[in-house]
């Protein structure tokens, strides 16, 4: 089958379905295609999901108009179709990749069975099937190991402990959450899991999956040391998906290159979200490819002075499921240089801690643990990226909410 769709948006995920519905809204419909079997949903929501907290159907986006069910699998440049794995073609005027990321799987001696699949019991965390999966699979008492102490990682392991399964995290960096923390709040995080029976491994590196008939029975460590295991959860990060972008000869060097009209290296084909880099960034976060999909929308339905320009995005963690809910967000550097101002306020028995770091009478990052009240006023100050008042103490940052 062959249409004359002139905006063709590959992929059903945040950016994909922000982009396609806006364009709705905006007069110029686009055919969406999402290789996903479940309706559209909020990816950023499957540990509340695998937490028990929410119904699947919960986290459902509202429906786009115009979606097709199926995985496109070639570009045709010159002739600006797309080939799909039912047998359909399309022919595009414009052509988006949102194809987001895919989990990194790692170099783990013993991951695949000889038919290059995950033994039973293995599962990767970025997709609804992959968090029904491991849903289906965690019972009270289970054994499940953790590979990887980043986001992803905490909150996988956090929603698999209010589900009552004995949880072993193992993180191969020095801390939880590395990237985005500091040691202090990440202490905090490993408070908090250890709290819920959670047992953390820093500086812990796994090296094989051991398997009996197929099913994983056992994850060895570096040092030799073997934890038994019903269940492992992979969240070692992930890495965007670029295969299409590459098959059809489009740049990329970690994502998709894209400009500021996020054009990639072929006029008639952008990319979004995950799968985009960006002045230099992969953001792989929810925010900037929301941010990204409006740009588009707005220059596709014909404002040509729309652009993206970046997003100073924060993070923000939420941690559900139980009665002590578990907030955090992160900011820029939440590390000082030499000659910064910090200012911190901890208490350890709520289990709170805030920080700012200003540099130059500007907010270059912050972190805040437990107590978020002022988070919308300091975003608001990092994203302006203004001078900061000079009438007050740096207390106020962390004190004074805004009205937020
Ligand atoms: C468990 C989890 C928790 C997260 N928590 C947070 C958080 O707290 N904060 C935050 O900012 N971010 C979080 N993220 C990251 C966030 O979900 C992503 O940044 C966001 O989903 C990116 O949107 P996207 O549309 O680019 O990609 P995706 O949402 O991954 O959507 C891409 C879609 O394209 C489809 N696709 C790919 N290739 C094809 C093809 N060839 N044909 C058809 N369809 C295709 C994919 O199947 C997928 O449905 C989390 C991610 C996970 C997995």
Not at 17 to 42: I, K, M, Q
Not at 138 to 152: K, N
Not at 217 to 239: H, I, K, T
Not at 286 to 294: R, T, V, Y
Request: glycine residues 12%; charged residues 20%.
């Amino acid at each position: 089958m062959t249409s004359n769709t002139r905006v063709v948006v590959i992929g059903a995920g945040l950016a994909g379905v922000r982009l396609a519905r806006r364009l709705g809204d905006l007069g110029t419909p686009a055919l969406l295609v999402g290789d996903e079997e479940h309706p559209p949903y909020n990816r950023v929501l499957l540990a509340e999901v695998l937490a028990g907290r929410y119904a699947p159907e919960v986290i459902a986006l509202p429906p786009p108009a115009g979606l097709l069910r199926t995985r496109v699998t070639g570009i045709d440049r010159a002739a600006r179709t797309v080939a799909c794995a039912d047998g359909t073609s399309f022919a595009y005027g414009t052509l988006v990749l949102a194809t987001g990321s895919n989990p990194v799987l790692p170099p783990l001696r013993g991951l695949f069975t000889p038919d290059h699949r995950l033994p039973e019991g293995v599962h990767a965390f970025r997709t609804l099937d992959d968090c029904l999966g491991l849903a289906g699979a965690v019972r009270p008492g289970a054994r499940a190991v953790v590979i990887g102490g980043g986001l992803l990682g905490v909150s996988a392991a956090r929603a698999l402990a209010v589900r009552g399964a004995q949880v072993v995290l193992a993180q191969q960096a020095e801390r939880l959450m590395e990237r985005q923390l500091d040691p202090d709040a990440s202490r905090l995080v490993l408070r908090h899991l250890t709290d819920l029976g959670v047992e953390v491994h820093t500086e812990c590196r796994v090296r094989d999956v051991r398997c009996i008939a197929g099913a994983v029975r056992s994850v060895e460590l570096a040092d030799g040391y073997a934890l038994d295991a019903d269940l492992v959860v992979l969240a070692c990060g992930v890495r965007p998906r670029t295969g299409l972008a590459e098959q059809a000869g489009l740049a990329v060097h970690q994502g998709v290159l894209v400009d500021d009209e996020l054009r990639t290296s072929d006029p008639h084909i952008h990319a979004i979200g995950d799968c985009a880099q960006h002045g230099g960034t992969v953001y792989g976060l929810a925010a900037p490819a929301l941010e990204q999909a409006d740009a588009l929308a707005a220059l596709l339905a014909g404002d040509t002075g729309a652009r993206y320009t970046g997003t100073r995005s924060l993070t923000r963690l939420t941690l559900t499921g139980s009665d002590s809910p578990f907030d955090l967000a992160a900011f820029g550097e939440t590390e000082a240089r030499p000659g910064d101002d910090v200012v911190r306020l901890a208490d350890a028995t709520r289990g709170t801690y805030r920080k700012v770091v200003v540099r130059d009478d500007r907010l270059v990052g912050g972190v805040l643990v437990g107590e978020l009240g002022t988070v919308g006023a300091l975003a608001r100050a990092w994203e302006g990226a203004e001078p900061l008042p000079d009438d007050g103490p740096l207390l106020h940052l962390l004190t004074n909410d805004g009205g937020s």
